[in-house]
């Protein structure tokens, strides 16, 4: 089974930058798609952005097209967020989640394991 642990989150102002890390433990993440995930307060978990297990696939939200990258380096085990142009209705705890059963996961459901979280806050 892996592990995920997610790291980079932080406060920034708007229209600021952030990069968030996931590190896989326990398993090869060359065997996983992966994806980023965030949640708002009250509000569903959404997907952001997805990778395939050999990047040659990526998927972006509509709200994160042009503004956003998604990249992974299985030989450091991580996957990466690039986000920039930041805005308030960012404001989430983003998740990493793995994916054994789907070269590239589009949603929730396709995801089985999933780290705990970071916090991105963007001030106005």
């Known amino acids: 089974q892996v592990h995920l642990v997610e790291s980079g989150g932080g406060l920034v102002q708007t229209g600021g930058s952030l990069r968030l890390s996931c590190v896989a433990s326990g398993r090869s993440l060359s065997i996983y798609g992966m994806g980023w995930f965030r949640q708002a307060p009250g509000k569903e978990r959404e997907i952001v952005a997805a990778?395939?297990?050999?990047?040659?696939?990526?998927y972006y939200s509509d709200v994160w097209k042009g503004r956003s990258a998604i990249s992974r380096d299985n030989t450091k085990n991580t996957v990466y967020l690039q986000m920039n142009s930041l805005k308030p209705d960012d404001t989430a705890v983003y998740y990493c989640?793995?994916?054994?059963?789907?070269?590239?996961?589009?949603?929730?459901?396709?995801?089985?394991?999933w780290g705990r979280g970071t916090q991105v806050t963007v001030s106005s």
């Open positions: 990778i395939s297990r050999s990047t040659t696939s990526t």
């Open positions: 989640a793995a994916t054994a059963s789907y070269d590239l996961g589009y949603s929730r459901s396709d995801y089985g394991y």
